[in-house]
T-cell receptor, first 114, second 113 residues
Framework: DAGVTQSPTHLIKTRGQHVTLRCSPI?????VSWYQQVLGQGPQFIFQ???????GRGNFPDRFSARQFPNYSSELNVNALLLGDSALYLC?????????????FGSGTQLSVL | QQQVKQSPQSLIVQKGGISIINCAYE??????FPWYQQFPGKGPALLIA?????SEKKEGRFTISFNKSAKQFSLHIMDSQPGDSATYFC????????????FGTGTRLTIIP
C-alpha cells in the first residue's frame, strides 16, 4: 500500500514568490494535517483538514492557506515567501480527525527560499 | 504553556545499552503523549504513545514512563541497536478545539558498536 505521498520533494523559490505543495493521503484516510519542520526543530502544526473542512489552524500568518479536495488530497499554499519559510513541510494523514488516531507522515517537501 | 521541553539534544549510547530521553510539559490539559522516530530524509513515524491514566507502557524494547504529578515523561530504549540511531521527538496533545500535536525539539540518538 502506498503511504502518504508529497510533491515535489524539493523546491527552490525566491523571496516574494508563491508556492503550492501537494499531498495525497493514504487510501481511506479522510484527515490531512500540515506541519512545518525547521532544521533542528520539531514539527510545528500549521493546519488540519477533515472531510474538506478546516478543523484546526496553528500560529502561522495568513500567507499560509490550505484546502482539501473531494478525493481527500490537499494543497498547502504559501504567498509572499520569506527567507524564514525555508523548512521541511510535512503532510500527515489519519483515518479520523482526532489526533489520537495514528498519524502517518509523508517524507516531506524541502522548501528553500533564497 | 503549549511548549514541550525535550532533553538531551543529542545522545550517544553503546550498543546494548539503555537510551533515555526526557520530556516535560506545562499544560495540564495535555492528555495524549506520543513518541515519534525520524530517520534522515523521512517523515516522523509513531513509535509508542501513552495517556496519563497509566504510569508506564511497554512495546518491545521501547518503554514510556509517565509522571503526572511532575508533568514529565520519558522514553527508554532497552538493548539499543545501531538501527535505533535516529532523531526522536516527544509530543503532546489535548482537546483544545483542534487536535494538533505539539512536538519537542528532538533528540539525535547515535548508537555506537
Amino acid at each position: 500500500d502506498a503511504g502518504v505521498t508529497q510533491s515535489p520533494t524539493h523546491l527552490i523559490k525566491t523571496r516574494g514568490q508563491h508556492v503550492t505543495l501537494r499531498c495525497s493521503p493514504i487510501s481511506g484516510h479522510k484527515s490531512v494535517s500540515w506541519y512545518q519542520q525547521v532544521l533542528g526543530q520539531g514539527p510545528q502544526f500549521i493546519f488540519q483538514y477533515y472531510e474538506k473542512e478546516e478543523r484546526g489552524r496553528g500560529n502561522f500568518p495568513d500567507r499560509f492557506s490550505a484546502r482539501q479536495f473531494p478525493n481527500y488530497s490537499s494543497e498547502l499554499n504559501v504567498n509572499a515567501l520569506l527567507l524564514g519559510d525555508s523548512a521541511l513541510y510535512l503532510c500527515a494523514s489519519s483515518i479520523g480527525q482526532g489526533v489520537r488516531e495514528k498519524l502517518f507522515f509523508g517524507s516531506g517537501t524541502q522548501l528553500s527560499v533564497l | 504553556q503549549q511548549q514541550v521541553k525535550q532533553s538531551p539534544q543529542s545522545l550517544i549510547v553503546q550498543k546494548g545499552g539503555i537510551s533515555i530521553i526526557n520530556c516535560a510539559y506545562e499544560n495540564t490539559a495535555f492528555d495524549y503523549f506520543p513518541w515519534y522516530q525520524q530517520f534522515p530524509g523521512k517523515g516522523p513515524a509513531l513509535l509508542i504513545a501513552i495517556r496519563p491514566d497509566v504510569s508506564e507502557k511497554k512495546e518491545g524494547r521501547f518503554t514510556i514512563s509517565f509522571n503526572k504529578s511532575a508533568k514529565q515523561f520519558s522514553l527508554h530504549i532497552m538493548d539499543s541497536q545501531p538501527g535505533d540511531s535516529a532523531t526522536y521527538f516527544c509530543a503532546a496533545s489535548g482537546s483544545f478545539g483542534n487536535e494538533k500535536l505539539t512536538f519537542g525539539t528532538g533528540t539525535r540518538l547515535t548508537i555506537i558498536p
